[in-house]
T-cell receptor, first 113, second 116 residues
């Protein structure tokens, strides 16, 4: 089954404790991205990747890092999480950057205390 | 910069009735895509309908249809014969045509309740 998976689905952590949210797709997609969803703000793009080893900032990249060492994986790294990063995070992928069809992961609910 | 505005934070509809969710956007581009996404309590993002700006005909998917007014930069979603399963958060989204980043710009969402 073609899908985008995220792990963990739920995470509660403390300020400053480094964490990684994984994202993996099994569709051989070149393009992957991360969004965060906050009440009253909708979804906003954090980072995106056009292909392996090619990443760039989205609209709200502060406090986040990403890497794209393999085509299927695009982890989101919070090296020193803060409470304002409490949010719902979505990974999305598409065959390439110019393909309109995007597939979303199931979301990761992160709480930073 | 492109923006998407959903002015109705919450809406309610009776089962079997029709409801319209509003969305306006701002862009200087002439070619772009518009989308409605549904987010049920499971939080999954589900594409409901898509409209290409160069198409004059309004998109339709079963009980879901849009009213696309390009000059007014308006893109409303009509849900006919509402069902309990339609209860969800609905997001309007914009994507520039041929964009290099495939970035979606989302509105703030409309929470739809379906009353029995």
């Amino acid at each position: 089954e073609a899908q985008v998976t995220q792990n963990p689905r739920y995470l509660i952590t403390v300020t400053g404790k480094k964490l990684t949210v994984t994202c993996s797709q099994n569709m051989n997609h070149e393009y992957m991205s991360w969004y965060r969803q906050d009440p009253g703000l909708g979804l906003r793009q954090i980072y995106y990747s056009m292909n392996v080893e090619v990443t760039d900032k989205g609209d709200v990249p502060e406090g986040y890092k990403v890497s794209r060492k393999e085509k299927r994986n695009f982890p989101l790294i919070l090296e020193s999480p803060s409470p304002n990063q409490t949010s719902l995070y979505f990974c999305a992928s598409s065959l390439s950057a110019d393909r309109v069809e995007q597939y979303f992961g199931p979301g990761t609910r992160l709480t930073v205390t | 910069a492109q923006t998407v505005t959903q002015s109705q934070p919450e809406m309610s509809v009776q089962e079997a009735e029709t409801v319209t969710l509003s969305c306006t956007y701002d862009t200087s581009e002439s070619d772009y895509y518009l989308f409605w996404y549904k987010q049920p309590p499971s939080r999954q993002m589900i594409l409901v309908i898509r409209q290409e700006a160069y198409k004059q005909q309004n998109a339709t998917e079963n009980r879901f249809s849009v009213n696309f007014q390009k000059a007014a930069k308006s893109f409303s979603l009509k849900i006919s014969d509402s069902q309990r399963g339609d209860a969800a958060m609905y997001f309007c989204a914009y994507r520039v045509y041929g964009g290099a980043t495939n970035k979606l710009i989302f509105g703030t969402g409309t929470l739809l309740a379906v009353q029995p």
